[in-house]
C-alpha cells in the first residue's frame, strides 16, 4: 500500500475507492480460498479540495456522513459476468477500455457488499475517478507506466492506492479462471484503511439529485425533453453492446448486454437482484490509445479526457435531454446542463454513466 505519511492523513477524512473487476461463472461449487499472504498522458488541472456534500444518492439506505466512499473496477468481458455486488452501489461509471471492451466504476457508500469480484488491473483513467472521490484505489496491479503515475498521486495525497500486489483484503475463488478470480469485499478494504489510518470519510464533490424519487418528469432541467424508453449504446457488438429498457413502474432502466451476440439481463450473482439503473447518462470525450503501455496481444491501453467540457445526453424517467458535461479538475463532479445552462438533476437511485467517444452515436426510442 502506498500513501504519503502526511499529505493523506491531513485530509480530514479519505474515501475508499476499490479497483475491481469481474469474471465469468462456471464450474462446480462455489468456494472461497484466502492466500496465505498478499500477492507480491496528459495532466489534467491541479486539484482543489473544498468541502462539500456527499456526491451519493440514497438507495436503498441512507449514506453514513462518516463512511468512506467504495469504488470498484469490474471486467466486462462476458468471462467476468456475471459481477458480484454491483446491485449495491451508488452509481456505475462504465469505460471503454482496449480492445473496445468496457470496465466498470461501482461506487459504493450506503452499502458494502460482502462479496466484489473480481478485482483487476488499475487504469489511467481511474485515477481521475479516484481523486474525485478523494479515494482508495483497490486493483490487482498495473503497467509499470501507470504505476510511475498512480504511485506520485498517492504521495501527493490525491488518494490512497492498495495494490493487491502489496496489499490484504483479496483472495481467489475457485470458480472462474485466472485473471477473473481475484475478490473481496467491502469490509477487507475498509479494515486496510483502518490500519493505515485512512478509513474515515473525505469531503467529496457534490452531484446534483432531485430531493423526491415522486416528482413530476419534466423539472430540474428536464423541460423541453423527449420521449425515449429504449437506448442502445454501441460498444463492441459481439460483446459489449448494452441496452437498457425504461419501466414506467418503476422508473428505472432495465440493463442487457451482448454476449455471443445474445443480449442478456445483468443481475448481480452476490444476491440476484437484477440491474436497474435509476438514470442513464452519457458522457462523449476525447479517447486516445496510450503509446507506453501495451498488453501481451500487442493492444495499447486508452486514455481519455474527463475533465473540460463536453456533449452529454441524460435520460431520466423515460424522457431524453441533450446536454452538455463539464468538470473543471479531477477533485470536481461533473456537473451536465440543458440547452438554456439550466443544471439537470438526477433521481434518487443507481446512475448509470457511459463514457464514450465524440463520433459515436448512441439510439433511442
Known sequence: MHIAPISVVRLATV????????????????RFEYPASPSAATASPAPTFAPTATPLPT???TPDPAAACTACWPDNVPAARPHY????????????????????????????????????????????IATMVRGALVYSGTSD????????????????????DHSGGYYRVNFRPAPYNM????????????????????????????????????????????????ITIPYR???????????????????WQN???????????ANNVPIAAADVVIIQTDIWEVAEIVDAAG???????????????????????????????????????????EQIKLTAGQPWFHVIPTDWTVTFR
Not at 474515501?15 to 462455489?30: E, I, M, R
Not at 469490509?187 to 423526491?212: E, H, M, Y
Not at 459481439?238 to 422508473?251: C, H, I, L, M, N
Open 183 to 230: 475478490f473481496t469485499s467491502a469490509a477487507a478494504q475498509r479494515d486496510t484503511l483502518t490500519k493505515i489510518g485512512a478509513a474515515t470519510v473525505a469531503d467529496v464533490p457534490t452531484l446534483s439529485f432531485l430531493a423526491n424519487a415522486d416528482h413530476a418528469p419534466s423539472i430540474g432541467g428536464m423541460a423541453g425533453a423527449t420521449a425515449a424508453t429504449q
Open 145 to 164: 507506466y501507470a504505476w510511475s503515475l498512480i504511485s506520485q498521486d498517492a504521495t501527493s495525497g490525491r488518494y490512497v492506492e492498495l495494490s493487491a
Open 237 to 255: 457488438e459481439d460483446v459489449s453492446t448494452v441496452s437498457y429498457e425504461y419501466d414506467a413502474k418503476t422508473r428505472t432502466y432495465a440493463r
Open 59 to 61: 438507495p436503498p439506505g
Open 259 to 269: 454476449s455471443a451476440g445474445k443480449a442478456v439481463r445483468d443481475v448481480d450473482a
Open 299 to 341: 493492444t495499447h491501453a486508452h486514455d481519455m479526457r474527463l475533465t473540460g467540457s463536453g456533449k452529454a445526453t441524460v435520460f431520466r424517467d423515460g424522457l431524453r435531454q441533450e446536454a452538455t458535461w463539464s468538470r473543471k479538475d479531477d477533485a470536481a463532479p461533473f456537473v451536465f446542463t440543458n440547452a438554456q445552462g
Open 85 to 128: 455486488g454491483l446491485s449495491q452501489a451508488d452509481m456505475v461509471i462504465e469505460e471503454l477500455v482496449e480492445g473496445f471492451v468496457t470496465r466498470l466504476v461501482a461506487i459504493y457508500q450506503s452499502q458494502d457488499p460482502p462479496t466484489i469480484g473480481g478485482v483487476r488491473s488499475a487504469r489511467l483513467a481511474d485515477r481521475s
Open 15 to 30: 474515501a475508499l475507492v476499490l479497483a475491481l473487476v469481474t469474471a465469468a461463472c462456471g464450474g462446480d461449487a462455489v
